[in-house]
């Protein structure tokens, strides 16, 4: 999990403006990678401030909330790019064979985005598409989020597989400190 300032790092990092829309996509919106390379621009609600999550993983539609620092940056990139489907590189081509080579945004140019990030902030951990959800999760419980809510979010069929946020989180009565910091 990355800290808030690792992760303001992370969002600053990369020149393109469609790589810092998909990291905020991704951080912002808690997607899987899967998720973010199927948004359409039809998913998108402005004036509601949601993003439809079609067919997310159990093939489960979810609406997540989006910040207006997203929308903002949302708007110039589509102003900029003027996708007309989806919402990163076009609709795929029909009967392709070959899997997922289609003309969205491919699963490896995602995490080639984020990795390239990470290495350009300066960013020691190890960095992947998934730890932007992860971070999503534990920086919603951390600043008060109920683990009810944050499940519907994330899209979790079983409250067991949210609640593994709650050990990472740092939320509670009190933070947990080291006994040097009180020496």
């Given at each position: 999990?990355l800290?808030?300032?690792?992760?303001?790092?992370?969002?600053?990092?990369p020149?393109?403006?469609?790589h810092?829309i998909?990291i905020?996509l991704?951080?912002?919106?808690?997607l899987?990678?899967f998720?973010?390379?199927?948004?359409?621009?039809a998913d998108?609600?402005f004036?509601r401030?949601?993003l439809h999550?079609?067919?997310?993983?159990g093939k489960?539609?979810?609406y997540?909330p989006?910040?207006?620092?997203?929308?903002?940056?949302?708007?110039?990139?589509i102003?900029?790019?003027?996708?007309?489907?989806?919402?990163?590189n076009?609709?795929?081509?029909?009967?392709?064979?070959?899997?997922?080579f289609d003309?969205r945004y491919?699963?490896?140019?995602v995490?080639?985005?984020?990795?390239?990030?990470?290495?350009k902030a300066g960013?020691?951990k190890?960095v992947n598409?998934?730890t932007l959800?992860?971070t999503?999760?534990?920086?919603l419980l951390?600043?008060?989020?109920?683990i009810?809510t944050?499940?519907?979010?994330?899209?979790?069929e079983?409250?067991?597989t949210?609640l593994?946020?709650?050990?990472?989180?740092q939320s509670g009565?009190r933070k947990p400190f080291?006994?040097l910091?009180?020496?």
């Amino acid at each position: 999990v990355l800290s808030k300032s690792e992760m303001w790092q992370l969002l600053n990092a990369p020149d393109l403006l469609k790589h810092k829309i998909l990291i905020g996509l991704l951080y912002g919106c808690g997607l899987r990678c899967f998720e973010s390379r199927n948004v359409r621009l039809a998913d998108l609600d402005f004036d509601r401030k949601m993003l439809h999550v079609q067919q997310g993983k159990g093939k489960k539609d979810r609406y997540v909330p989006m910040s207006e620092h997203l929308i903002r940056g949302l708007k110039s990139y589509i102003g900029a790019e003027m996708p007309e489907e989806w919402l990163f590189n076009g609709q795929p081509q029909e009967n392709r064979k070959g899997g997922d080579f289609d003309s969205r945004y491919s699963q490896k140019g995602v995490q080639w985005a984020v990795k390239q990030a990470a290495k350009k902030a300066g960013i020691i951990k190890n960095v992947n598409v998934h730890t932007l959800r992860h971070t999503y999760a534990t920086h919603l419980l951390e600043d008060g989020m109920d683990i009810m809510t944050l499940k519907d979010l994330l899209g979790h069929e079983c409250i067991d597989t949210t609640l593994l946020y709650l050990h990472i989180a740092q939320s509670g009565r009190r933070k947990p400190f080291s006994p040097l910091d009180t020496l």
